[in-house]
């Protein structure tokens, strides 16, 4: 017989994403006597590796550090495709027993804490019975990152209406498209655009890759032979670290060398994509943005895919702006016309800030644009509460397995000393900075709803998994800033 679902917990975990999985492991292994609970709005868990179905659908940040530090990654592929990462998330959750404690098609809508009551009352849609339910916890730990999984960005472009051809946005794919032998225009230029493109190349009658900016494009090998060789000759217990530590240095040492050196990083970008390029591509005008490297994010191709794929002539680079939709395609500014059966709107996200949920403290509704993160796991203002944002220079795991390690010596600092409630409270002045270090489309559209960094320690962002990796495990808890009671 099933036996019912607690309606309380004492910790809640809200999403069941790499993020969510991350939480739950490091909860339940630190603390086997706590319950927890966790929340997907979905019928299934994975997160962006379960949702997005698009051809070619992979990893952008190399698998070894995007893999858990407590299961690492030990697939063959540094750049992985989706299925085998959603594969890798599963026997995760199911090896840790992580599975048994989702609640699927769970939406939070509501967090209301109580002083009073020290508690956390949180209201959940039901999507399969219409039903509201409400449950309540200790400590609620937000995993369900900043984009919206119900819809993505598409602009609003004059004469969309009038297209008769099919238009699609990468986040709601059709199982059943037909694209083989189509002439297909794909509208933007980030890591999803190439990565569907070449994924599609082989099938379609023709891609147009339309973009408005251009984006710096990296290859990457799929199979990194210095990660083949250490698993060769390292001892096994070592080959892990060894990998990690390399894939590691790698990724923040060229992102440091990027902000620092933008023109030299713009010859080696260029000098390495002109490797696999046709000799008569304008990278310049397709391939050289109007900022510096990793003013937004870069985007990795693996086996320089996408290259190979504008070599094959099958692909085409445009560069310009969308003067409107017509019947059989697009209008551009200078005048050409791209006709196209399918269009697909590679345009971005839509960002929400923990998963669109109001947050409401002892009845008063908390704005969360207003509020500040500390160490860039709390926000000011907030008690019990800790929430994952990844790296967007680097993987997101790395990110997320610190500030579930720091979760852990919360939780533990306030066990020891009987405290049931923990709250960062801001002292100083503090100037907003933004959380996230870049200029991209879907992050300016996201101001004002997203929490904002200080410019003083432990408010301020450093964008740097050395430095967080030293001072989110060694600075105190209990460090003046943060206000514990009984």
């Known amino acids: 017989m099933t036996q ?76 992985a495709d989706g299925p085998d990462i959603l594969h890798y998330l599963r026997e995760t959750a199911a090896e840790y027993g992580v599975d048994e404690h989702i609640r699927y098609h769970r939406k939070a809508t509501t967090f209301e804490w109580s002083s009073d009551e020290k508690r956390w009352t949180v209201t959940v849609e039901n999507s399969e019975t219409g039903e509201t339910e409400t449950l309540t916890c200790d400590f609620l730990f937000g995993t369900s990152g900043y984009y919206n999984y119900d819809a993505g960005y598409t602009p609003d472009w004059p004469g969309i209406d009038d297209y008769q051809g099919e238009l699609v946005h990468p986040q709601h794919w059709p199982e059943d498209l037909d694209y083989k032998d189509k002439r297909i225009v794909v509208i933007g230029s980030g890591a999803t655009a190439v990565t569907l493109i070449p994924s599609m190349a082989d099938e379609a009658g023709h891609i147009t890759m339309l973009q408005r900016t251009p984006t710096y494009i990296v290859s990457q090998p799929k199979i990194d032979p210095v990660a083949e060789t250490i698993k060769k000759i390292a001892p096994r217990k070592q080959q892990a670290k060894l990998i990690h530590a390399r894939y590691a240095a790698i990724t923040i040492g060229f992102y440091e060398f990027c902000r620092r050196n933008p023109r030299a990083a713009k010859v080696i970008l260029k000098r390495w994509a002109r490797m696999h390029l046709p000799k008569d591509f304008d990278y310049d005008k397709h391939l050289t943005p109007p900022y510096d490297p990793w003013d937004q994010r870069l985007c990795v191709v693996p086996n320089a895919d996408l290259f190979r ?12 702006h969308i003067e409107r939709f017509t019947s059989d395609g697009i209008l551009l500014q200078s005048g050409e ?53 990844g790296y967007s220079n680097a993987s997101w795991t790395l990110k997320a397995d610190l500030v579930c390690e720091y979760v852990v010596r919360l939780l533990k600092h306030m066990d020891k000393h009987g405290h049931r409630v923990v709250v960062p409270k801001v002292r100083d002045d503090l100037k907003p900075e933004p959380v996230f270090d870049l200029t991209s489309g879907y992050l300016k559209r996201a101001a004002g709803k997203l929490p904002v960094a ?26 003046g800033v943060v206000e514990f009671r009984a």
């Not at 927890?36 to 940040?61: M, N």
């Not at 794929?309 to 310009?320: C, F, G, M």
């Not at 500040?372 to 000011?380: G, I, Q, W």
């Open 4 to 79: 019912p679902e607690a309606t309380h917990v004492e910790v809640l975990i809200v999403g069941a994403g790499l993020s969510g999985i991350d939480a739950a492991v490091h909860i339940s292994r630190a603390f086997p006597d706590k319950s927890y609970a966790v929340l997907e709005q979905r019928g299934e868990l994975g997160g962006t590796w379960s949702l997005f179905k698009y051809p070619g659908i992979r990893s952008d940040s190399d698998m070894y550090t995007l893999g858990f530090g407590f299961r690492p990654w030990d697939g063959k592929h540094a750049i």
């Open 309 to 320: 794929a504008i070599h094959s002539h099958k692909v085409d680079v445009v560069t310009d």
């Open 337 to 389: 016309e791209l006709k196209a059966d399918i269009v697909v709107t590679a345009t971005g996200l839509d960002v929400v800030a923990m998963g669109g949920a109001e947050f409401v403290v002892d009845n008063e509704l908390v704005d969360l644009g207003d509020t500040f993160t500390y160490k860039a796991l709390m926000l000011s203002g907030v008690p019990n509460f800790a929430f994952i944002i």
């Open 454 to 479: 200080g410019d003083k320690d432990p408010w301020r962002l450093k964008h740097n998994w050395y430095f967080d990796k030293k001072f989110l495990r060694s600075s105190k808890i209990d460090d």
